[in-house]
Nanobody
């Protein structure tokens, strides 16, 4: 079992930055790829980023590539999402998630098992 708790969301102006954190519990955290998804009102949950268990491999959604960076600190059992050059369209609830099954289709939310409660990010224009 893995429990995930996100933090770091808030209100920021366009062009600004935020860093989200996801604190995990559970002995097996270090063996799981981790991801971030987001969901805006009336929209489907969207893939944002994914990081391998070691942190050596990362993937990003097209809309955030070059602006967001995912990282992890396995000693602290924490995953981060550094978000720069934020845009109003980045406004959403951001969710941290873990993939214990090493799903190949990493862009699909259905493949992830453990989810945090989400943290709201609002970007004003």
């Amino acid at each position: 079992q893995v429990q995930l708790v996100e933090s770091g969301g808030g209100l920021v102006q366009a062009g600004g930055s935020l860093r989200l954190s996801c604190a995990a519990s559970g002995r097996t955290f270090n063996t799981y790829p981790m991801g971030w998804f987001r969901q805006a009102p009336g929209k489907e949950r969207e893939f944002v980023a994914r990081i391998s268990s070691s942190g050596g491999v990362t993937y990003y959604g097209d809309s955030v590539k070059g602006r967001f960076t995912i990282s992890r600190d396995n000693a602290k059992k924490t995953v981060y999402l550094q978000m720069n050059s934020l845009k109003p369209e980045d406004t959403a609830v951001y969710y941290c998630t873990a993939d214990p099954h090493y799903n190949d289709n990493y862009r699909a939310a259905e493949g992830y098992v453990y989810w945090g409660q989400g943290t709201q990010v609002t970007v004003s224009s």
